[in-house]
């Protein structure tokens, strides 16, 4: 049988151990593999617990009914070692997971624990880091790199260890544009020279468009799962739960609102434009 | 911006930066109990341009070394007046209450100058020419014996090259949370002891909160990687010797044995 | 009362092996009460000029006049007290300065520092409290009970209480969901309204379009260029030289082919104002 989900939840219920309400009640959504999902949700929408759960570093609320399958296994305390395999996460804060005291160190972590032989993680080490276009910093140290550097050291770090699926957990929201660009683009690549799964937890709307797919949370619930475009063409939805929406569907708003309507099939950037300059040219 | 240096590494590539860190380490240790060798004008001079032969094969500027002792020629020259004035033997030049000035106590106290600034010569060759975290490798092989009691060195070496990779983060953070706290009229330099005392509180808790946060952070990313104790892990960083560790080590041995060959029996 | 540089330089640990030139013959003047964005690339010396606005770092030559304040390499680092009462900034990330209790003492720090009475202190607190959109019950709380974006408002509010003439944000909404990024980006404008200066140090050109009167661009501790919006995103041959984005509705703009633009829209608005005049013939009939 191929597994054709990457990441499944069920009925997933999550309390942290301080609280008394869960933040996140009852939640289920697939990610199908070899697809780039994005799950948004304002701050505090529970969406960074559900990185954790993935790979077992919180564990759903016993007796909740909750399942989690990564890669075809139901997660439990037993093989969430095995889960950590197929799993890598690049956090938010690009100071706080670089252990190494070097790029290649940390590069290296991720071998280390494994036990993989020195030679063939010397040869590793420098193959992923010419992947993220770091290996010229294969001696820096981390105080002179700057933060996206430093996140794709950490995407370096994760592809070592040849996981089937990333998450990027607001990895890319402490980065200046350049920085963030660099990154987005860099996995882009990367998912499909290697066939990986993406899910990219984020705030970031121009994130967000570039997924095949998008899990809106809300208060520790699904509130919509669709294609961005169907998603961000609901202007008053997202408005409503306080996240942004893309230039180009505010664009759409207000054209709309001004008398120039856009037809309900115009939904891309690049149909819109040219949508507009045939507009133009019937003069 | 700030960068700052742990320790006093100052990059370079004389004959000293290739001898292995463990070598230098060692070498450094054991030349602090061989000085206790030299008893007598000549074994200190032996001794005396031996290190000063190790100075110069750094090729760094006289200043580094100056620098290295600077901080403690207060402390060299308090030990070497307490030899001269309250050593008493041989011939008394002096004397005064309890003070005196003896031929012993003038022997004494230029002998503890001198070995006192030779073993600070002696480790600043070391810290300038070994990069921490290298002589952090160095101590871990060194410990490496003490695993048969059960001491968990891979541990202890993971934990001091997490800190040392760590310092110049927390500095950064420091000189961000000082700039903040001063653009709200906090003022570090003035007023007594205690109003200062009190004016490091808007520094200290800050600085402790975003080093528990990091070390969180840092902890879901190292269990997320796999860590899980040292057990079966391998190693990415090694040293490895070469010739210019056995320069260093028949370098060393002259120096022991003729120090043992002109030393009084 | 403008602010000037003249001729600054900054140089990082002088005569070091490290010795680095962070600000290099910078010369501006910026008139009162504006809304002033400074852009530049990570490492342009953006934060080295920003530090220079209240003397926490003092030119190594040159000099600044700021605030009543004239400071020069000598300037002592005694009594600049008034010049950070009357000239504040805020780092990236501010919450990181949280140290108090509670939520109210943190923020009545300044005011205390600056010789407030405990009663005006705490007046002033609850009034900027609230003006950052935050609740009257969540004063007594501690600052690190709360959620990332209500401590971002807390340590706003922690500098703006002070109701410095001049307020320096380095990239205040970072990591804020839209909503409360929206919300922040109103709040500096008003006081920018209100008859003081802000001085917003950002990389997203979107707001540079939409918020500022007047545009500083470092590079490599330079000041490149030093104009008015309209004018930096005039040039594109130049702004891609220098590795600089356009606003998107300008960037959306030129790549309507057939459209003519009087004037290059900035913000999306002008854009579809702009768009809106191309079509005119079309509407009309």
């Known amino acids: 049988m191929t597994i054709s ?74 093989n969430v070692w095995d889960i950590r395999e197929k799993v890598g996460i690049v956090f938010q804060n690009p100071d706080n997971q670089f252990v190494g005291a070097t790029v ?16 063939q993680m010397v040869q590793t080490v420098k193959k992923v880091l010419s992947d993220v276009g770091m290996l010229d910093y294969i001696d820096a140290e981390p105080a002179n790199l700057s933060g996206g550097q430093k996140q794709r050291v950490a995407i370096a770090g994760i ?22 660009d660099q990154i987005l683009k860099i996995i882009k690549r ?37 294609s961005p475009t169907e998603i961000f063409s609901q202007t008053e939805m997202p408005r409503q739960i306080g996240l942004d929406i893309p230039f180009v569907d505010k664009l759409i708003y207000k054209l709309n609102q001004l008398g120039i309507t856009i037809p309900k099939d115009v939904q891309t950037k690049d149909e819109l434009k040219q949508y507009l300059c045939q507009l133009n040219s019937k003069k | 911006m700030s960068k700052i240096i742990v320790g006093r590494y100052i990059p370079g590539n004389s004959l000293v930066y290739k001898i292995d860190p463990r070598g230098k380490l060692l070498i450094t240790i054991l030349f602090i109990f061989v000085i206790f060798l030299a008893n007598n004008p000549i074994t200190y001079a032996i001794i005396t341009v031996f290190c000063l032969a190790a100075v110069f094969a750094t090729r760094l500027k006289v200043r580094v070394f100056w620098d290295g002792v600077k901080p403690l020629i207060g402390l060299i020259f308090f030990t070497s007046l307490l030899q001269l004035f309250f050593m008493t033997g ?20 230029a002998y503890t100058f001198i070995r006192f600034t030779l073993i600070i010569l002696i480790s600043t060759v070391m810290t300038v020419t070994t990069m921490p975290l290298e002589i952090a490798d160095a101590m871990e092989w060194l410990l490496k014996p003490l695993k048969i009691f059960k001491v968990p060195v891979d541990k202890i070496a993971l934990v001091i090259s997490i800190a040392l990779r760590f310092v110049p983060t927390l500095f950064d953070e420091t000189l961000k949370i000082m700039n903040a706290q001063r653009s709200r009229g906090a003022d570090f330099n003035d007023g007594g002891l205690v109003k200062r005392a009190k004016a490091i509180t808007p520094i200290l808790v800050p600085l402790f909160i975003h080093s528990l946060e990091t070390a969180i952070d840092l902890s879901t990313a190292m269990e997320s990687r796999g860590y899980r104790g040292s057990s079966g892990r391998t190693k990415y960083r090694v040293l490895n010797w070469s010739k210019y560790d056995l320069i260093s080590l028949f370098y060393f041995i002259a120096l022991v044995l003729l120090l043992l060959i002109f030393r009084n029996h | 009362m403008s602010i000037k540089f003249e001729k600054v330089d900054y140089i990082y640990s002088p005569g070091t092996t490290m010795e680095k030139k962070g600000l290099d013959n910078v010369s501006f003047e910026l008139a009162d009460n504006k809304f002033i964005a400074l852009i530049g690339h990570t490492g342009s010396g953006k934060s080295t000029l920003m530090q220079h606005f209240n003397a926490l770092l003092k030119p190594s030559k040159g000099s600044i006049d700021i605030a009543g304040y004239h400071i020069t390499p000598q300037t002592s680092n005694k009594n600049l007290k008034e010049l950070r009462k009357r000239v504040s900034l805020v780092f990236q990330f501010p919450e990181a300065q949280l140290f108090e209790n509670t939520v109210l003492e943190d923020i009545e720090f300044g005011p205390k520092n600056f010789g407030a009475t405990e009663k005006e202190a705490k007046n002033k607190a609850l009034k900027w409290l609230s003006k950052v959109g935050l609740s009257e019950e969540i004063a007594t709380k501690s600052p690190f009970e709360l959620s990332g974006g209500q401590m971002r408002r807390v340590a706003i509010a922690g500098v703006m209480v002070n109701e410095p003439q001049v307020l320096c944000l380095d990239e205040p909404a970072a990591g804020l969901d839209p909503r409360s990024r929206k919300e922040m980006m109103k709040l500096f404008l008003n006081y920018q309204k209100a008859g003081h200066t802000v001085i917003l140090v950002t990389h997203n050109m979107d707001d540079v379009a939409e918020f500022a009167d007047d545009v500083l661009v470092m590079e490599h501790g330079q000041l490149i260029k030093h104009d008015k919006p309209e004018n930096i995103f005039k040039d594109k041959n130049w702004l891609e030289k220098h590795y600089l984005m356009e606003p998107t509705p300008s960037r959306f703009a030129s790549e309507l082919a057939n459209y003519n633009f009087t004037q290059n829209p900035l913000t999306l608005d002008q854009l579809v104002d702009g768009i809106k005049e191309n079509l005119k013939g079309e509407f009309d009939e």
């Open chain 1, 5 to 78: 989900n990457a990441i499944e939840f069920k009925d997933v219920t999550f309390t942290y151990p301080e609280s008394k309400a869960p933040v996140l009640k009852k939640i289920n959504f697939k990610v199908k593999k070899g697809s780039w999902t994005a799950l948004i949700g304002h701050n505090g929408s529970g969406k960074s617990t559900i990185s954790k759960l993935i790979n077992g570093l919180l564990l759903p609320d016993k007796d909740s009914g909750s399942v989690i399958t990564v890669s075809g296994m139901n997660l439990n305390s037993e």
């Open chain 1, 104 to 119: 290649g160190d940390d590069v290296a972590f991720g071998l280390e624990n494994r036990g993989v032989p020195r030679d």
């Open chain 1, 159 to 180: 592809l070592a260890v040849e996981p089937e699926i990333i998450i990027l957990d607001e990895s890319t929201s402490m980065l200046d544009p350049s920085g963030r």
């Open chain 1, 190 to 226: 990367l998912m499909s020279e290697k066939k990986l799964t993406i899910l990219s937890i984020t705030h970031d709307i121009d994130e967000a468009d570039m997924a095949d797919n998008v899990i809106v949370l809300n208060d520790g619930k699904i509130l919509a799962q669709a």
């Open chain 2, 90 to 109: 041989g011939k008394t030049y002096w004397q005064w209450w309890i003070f005196t000035i003896s031929s012993y106590g003038l022997v004494n106290a």
